[in-house]
């Protein structure tokens, strides 16, 4: 018995979960509204149960809802069958047994219908599913439980039912003439402005399939606020910590990272003192970042210039200490005098912003 497998013991032995889909928006040859449930719990108790109470000739009508752990319904227009919706156990525990609206179990009259085989990947609230002009929604499960969009396989939409993480239902739309969907496609993104900024800076990211982003990065780093602004524009902050490299964004169809780089740039004030020591003067003073930023405080160059014809010239130089600390001597000469702090890069790409006292 694997890890895997034991999980889903343990799980089978605490969830009682209730799964329902709602129909808004229906059109006149589907009046009405149509409620159906699937019940999963104990291995004791009643597994799962599909409840249908609308039935007509020409809208929802139940197919073989009974197979082996799994259920699921026709959408019908013109007495042809053209959608059907699939919940279907993901292999492990706990086994779904579907019994009937009274909790006694009934035996399979034919084999659940094959779904498209799918790597076990989700993230992020799923869409409402749409069969032509009607739309289901996910009601909300028992705390623990949630719901996560699965993707698409072959224009058929799924999502899955979480419990701890764990995917213990799958739920798909199939298509069998109708148009089903959400089936999202991956972001893209085209730009981002500006392309360097200090934490703290608004940066917009241009692209499209933003709609339902679920985060947005800086080279891997999370940023903690972003508004996705329409389904090609994000705004977002960048976050503390985060250093140049690729802006991601991911949603639940896929996720995305830039070619180019977002420059992390560090800004950094340069203090000047000037000592009288004979013959010379003493320049001094301390090189601080508003971000804290360490790499930025030591070796960074430092031109001591003074005003000259209406332009500065270079009279001494040096290179900051470890701790931004700095000590330049030079003959005495007349005019202003000021000390400029030379831009400098990091390893990792970040930029330590020049200044000037």
């Not at 609206?101 to 992020?124: I, K, N, W």
Request: net charge neutral; aromatic share 8%.
């Amino acid at each position: 018995m694997n890890g895997r497998t034991v999980m889903r013991r343990a799980l089978a032995s605490m969830l009682t979960v209730v799964v329902a889909f709602m129909l808004f928006g229906v059109t006149a040859a589907h009046a009405g509204t149509p409620v159906f449930y699937v019940l999963i719990s104990t291995e004791d108790t009643n597994i799962a149960l599909l409840e249908q109470p609308f039935v007509t000739a020409d809208g929802w009508v139940f197919g073989d809802r009974i197979g082996y752990g799994c259920a699921y319904v026709y959408m019908t227009e013109g007495g042809q069958n053209v959608a059907r919706i699939t919940i279907q156990q993901v292999e492990g525990e706990p086994e779904v047994v579907i019994n009937d609206r009274y909790g006694v179990e009934q035996h399979p009259q034919t084999q659940c219908p094959d779904t498209p085989e799918t790597a076990l990947s989700f993230g992020g609230t799923p869409a409402p599913f749409t069969i032509d002009t009607s739309t289901f929604s996910l009601a909300t499960p028992i705390s623990g439980a949630t719901w996560a969009s699965g993707g698409c396989a072959n224009g058929d939409p799924y999502d899955y039912l979480l419990f701890q993480g764990q995917p213990l239902v799958k739920v798909t739309v199939e298509s069998l003439g109708a148009t089903v969907g959400p089936c999202l496609s991956s972001p893209t993104i085209g730009s981002f402005s500006p392309t360097s900024g200090g934490f703290g800076t608004s940066v917009s990211v241009t692209g499209s399939n933003f709609s339902g982003a679920t985060a947005v990065s800086f080279n891997g780093v999370l940023a903690q606020q972003f508004t996705v602004v329409s389904p090609t524009q994000i705004s977002v902050t960048v976050p503390v910590g985060a250093s140049s490299g690729p802006v991601g964004v991911i949603t639940a169809a896929g996720s995305v990272v830039t070619a180019g780089t977002f420059t992390v740039t560090h800004e950094a004030t340069i203090s000047l003192r000037l000592r009288d020591a004979g013959s010379r003067l003493v320049a001094s003073g301390n090189v601080q970042v508003s971000d804290g930023t360490s790499g930025c405080l030591g070796g960074r160059r430092v031109i001591i210039q003074r005003r000259h014809h209406g332009g500065w010239e270079k009279i001494a130089k040096t290179t900051t200490s470890s701790d931004g600390s700095y000590k330049a001597k030079f003959l005495d000469v007349a005019g202003k005098i000021r000390a400029h702090l030379k831009k400098k890069t990091l390893a990792g790409g970040d930029l330590c912003l020049a200044a000037t006292s």
